[in-house]
């Protein structure tokens, strides 16, 4: 099993959904940096159940507690130590799916890989809540890249069968993301790039809730102040270190870059980027390998698309397995669930994007 994530930044999640606490160490600040707790908690609140029409009704406060590798406010050198109580626990909510499965959740494949050992309460360590963890790391890694002139900035930019402003949609996404753009998006309910969807979405949402059902998207993060050179070929690429950590995210299952599957159907005239000199530095007049060419930054803004399923506890009746009886059931999920995880999981891309950069970089 591997909660480990980093070479230099290391980071390293535990817990389950309804186990005590869940919680990150992490290897590799610089001792005397400073690490603010408050900060830690705004940046979770983020991606804390909020009360849209998306969001699951369990209330966790997801208020983070510094065990170690802290003193007075700044890094010690010692490994830091971060947890969140879970509270807000109903593990009854689970006790029909312990063995009837939930079509499309981690349910089955983690009873087969565990010989059914697995804590099923609340999905276990495939839960959502094992994102907060996640936070806890990049809302630190997010500080130092800012520090470094880096900004990762994350937003939707579908829900179901509604599209928003993409960064495709602007000839140079850098110029619109100014430090006020930035903190309009990232204080929003519903993070875009452009308010004139918001009420579509809204309503996408709202409908799959009213069904019983759940709806997906696509989730966008642009990286800019990225510098050339970051990034190894082959292995260590930038893509696929990215793509591995927002894969670690639940509910992602797809990565692209840039253009991505799109720049298939482009010829090459169309889909390469030509270059210029701008007196400073090296550009390209646009972006279709968003900022990534050889598996290392260009110095373009870095550009990538996550896309997430809908999420599969929904209250409508399915077929399934009970796995006790061996026989075919149907099953209704009970609980406490979103019907829309991409306005909370806008901060988790962001904190996924953030460790592998400061882990390059450091």
Excluded: W
Aim: some cysteine; hydrophobic content about 40%.
């Amino acid at each position: 099993m591997s909660y480990i994530n980093g070479k230099k930044f290391i980071v390293d999640i535990f817990g389950e959904s309804h186990s005590g606490a869940i919680g990150v160490v992490i290897n590799g600040i610089p001792p005397g940096v400073p690490v603010d707790i408050g900060d830690i908690n705004a940046f979770l609140a983020r991606r804390r159940p909020n009360g849209g029409v998306h969001s699951t009704t369990r209330r966790e406060s997801d208020t983070a507690e510094m065990l170690s590798g802290c003193l007075n406010g700044v890094a010690t050198g010692a490994p830091l130590a971060v947890i969140i109580r879970n509270a807000d626990v109903r593990s009854a909510d689970y006790e029909n799916i312990k063995r009837a499965f939930r079509p499309s959740h981690s349910d089955y494949a983690a009873y087969v890989k565990y010989g059914g050992y697995n804590d099923y309460r609340g999905g276990g360590q495939f839960s959502g809540r094992l994102t907060a963890p996640l936070c806890i790391a990049g809302s630190i890694a997010l500080k130092l890249l800012k520090e470094r002139g880096i900004k990762v900035t994350a937003y939707i930019s579908s829900v179901g069968q509604v599209k928003a402003k993409s960064y495709a949609d602007y000839a140079d996404i850098e110029k619109l993301l100014t430090e006020q753009k930035i903190e309009e998006i990232k204080s929003s309910l519903y993070p875009l790039l452009d308010k004139s969807a918001e009420e579509a979405i809204i309503e996408e949402i709202a409908s799959a809730a009213r069904e019983g059902d759940s709806v997906g998207g696509v989730i966008e993060c642009a990286v800019t102040g990225l510098l050339p050179g970051i990034g190894e070929p082959l292995y260590d690429s930038l893509e696929g270190l990215i793509a591995k950590t927002v894969f670690a995210v639940p509910s992602v299952k797809g990565v692209e870059f840039g253009d991505g599957f799109g720049i298939t159907s482009k010829r090459g005239s169309e889909a390469n980027d030509p270059m210029y000199y701008d007196g400073e530095r090296v550009r390209t007049y646009k972006n279709s390998n968003g900022g990534i060419t050889g598996g290392i930054s260009n110095g373009m803004p870095l550009t990538f698309r996550a896309a997430f399923k809908p999420v599969s506890s929904i209250s409508k009746e399915q077929d399934t397995v009970d796995a006790d009886k061996k026989k075919n059931v149907k099953i209704i999920i009970d609980g406490r669930h979103d019907a829309c995880i991409l306005p909370r999981a806008v901060p988790v891309v962001e904190a996924a994007a953030a460790c592998v950069l400061l882990d390059l970089i450091l």
